[in-house]
Nanobody
Framework: QVHLVESGGGLVQSGGSLRLSCAAS????????MSWYRQAPGKRRELVAA???????NYADSVKGRFTISGDNAKNTVYLQMNSLKPEDTAVYYC?????????WGQGTQVTVSS
């Protein structure tokens, strides 16, 4: 079992920055992909960024060049640095840890970008 706790969300003006954190505990040795998803009101949950245990990253086209995903293995924490935020980035952001057989989700953290 893996337990995830997100933090770092909040209200920011357009053009501002936030850094989200996802702290993991439990059987994380079995996890090989760590991801951030987001869900805006009335929309489907979508992948924002992902990083593998080997350090390979993948980003949604809408956030490329603005967001950076990284991990700190010593702290069992994954980060999402979000720069140049836009109102359309407003959503609840979720952390997801997964392997080929299982997936675990955090409770989500609200990010609101005002224009």
């Amino acid at each position: 079992q893996v337990h995830l706790v997100e933090s770092g969300g909040g209200l920011v003006q357009s053009g501002g920055s936030l850094r989200l954190s996802c702290a993991a505990s439990g059987s994380i040795f079995s996890i090989n992909v760590m991801s951030w998803y987001r869900q805006a009101p009335g929309k489907r949950r979508e992948l924002v960024a992902a990083i593998t245990r080997g350090g390979n990253t993948n980003y949604a086209d809408s956030v490329k060049g603005r967001f950076t995903i990284s991990g700190d293995n010593a702290k069992n924490t994954v980060y999402l640095q979000m720069n140049s935020l836009k109102p359309e980035d407003t959503a609840v952001y979720y952390c997801r840890y997964s392997n080929s057989r299982q997936e675990y989700w955090g409770q989500g953290t609200q990010v609101t970008v005002s224009s």
